[in-house]
């Protein structure tokens, strides 16, 4: 079973609009890491989070990690189709710098 | 290209076949993982090394399944007696850690993918 429960599986998004996706864990984060995977590809690091409330921005992808440090969004503003991929988060649940991932969210940018 | 690189990106063998993976990571990295990624999961991690100390096996890791880091640059993960249940991508990742290094973002390579008939 996966430590962290991502949500939504899977979405579908019209080019132009905004989605988020949501990264949960009972326990507390000592590290919290965005990625995107193309299928079938490697892993590519978009964010890292470690203090509670933080909050990163990069082009048009904003990730926060929560003050419990035990919830984390990612949000895509004016959504565009390279956007589209594999959003995969990922945690230090233990301080020991191994990552424990969630299942993933496939994201599908429409035109 | 700087970047953790994996040979061979793919690889079809019968069951009952050993296979050799390698991982070169980031130059000045100290830190190696072994991760195992199944269709439609996130990655589940398999081992680490810190320089060439393997610190640490998950559980997924049989006994048919070996990694080493000799020199503590490059890593190969082997697999004896393959099964079909070890078809999966394996992907190595590397990061810097140590005092005064600040995060420890792990970089991840392409992936072997591997299908055993």
């Known amino acids: 079973s996966q430590e962290l429960e991502q949500s939504p599986q899977s979405l579908i998004v019209q080019e132009g609009k905004n989605l988020t996706i949501n990264c949960t864990s009972s326990?507390?984060?000592?590290?919290l890491y965005w990625y995107k995977q193309k299928y079938g590809e490697g892993l590519i690091f978009l964010m890292m989070?470690?203090?509670?409330?933080e909050e990163k921005s990069h082009e048009k992808i904003t990730a926060k990690l929560d003050e419990k440090k035990q919830q984390s969004s990612l949000h895509i503003t004016a959504s565009q189709p390279s956007h589209a991929g594999i959003y995969l988060c990922?945690?230090?649940?233990?301080?020991?710098?191994?990552?424990?991932f969630g299942a993933g969210t496939t994201v599908t940018v429409r035109a | 290209d700087t970047g953790v690189s994996q040979d061979p990106r793919h690889k079809i063998t019968k069951r009952g076949q050993n296979v050799t993976f390698r991982c070169d990571p980031i130059?000045?990295?100290?830190?190696l993982y072994w991760y195992r990624q199944t269709l439609g999961q996130g990655p589940e991690f398999l081992t680490y090394?810190?320089?060439?100390?393997?610190?640490?096996k998950s559980r997924l890791l049989s006994d048919r399944f070996s990694a080493e880091r000799p020199k503590g640059s490059f890593s190969t993960l082997e697999i004896q007696r393959t099964e079909q249940g070890d078809s999966a991508m394996y992907l190595c990742?590397?990061?810097?850690?140590?005092?005064?290094?600040?995060?420890?973002?792990?970089?991840f390579g392409p992936g072997t993918r591997l299908t055993v008939l």
């Open positions: 989070l470690q203090k509670g409330g």
């Open positions: 990742a590397s990061s810097l850690v140590g005092p005064g290094q600040g995060a420890n973002e792990q970089f």
């Open positions: 326990k507390t984060l000592y590290g």
């Open positions: 130059s000045e990295h100290n830190r």
């Open positions: 990922g945690a230090d649940i233990k301080d020991d710098y191994k990552l424990s």
């Open positions: 090394f810190q320089n060439e100390a393997q610190l640490e």
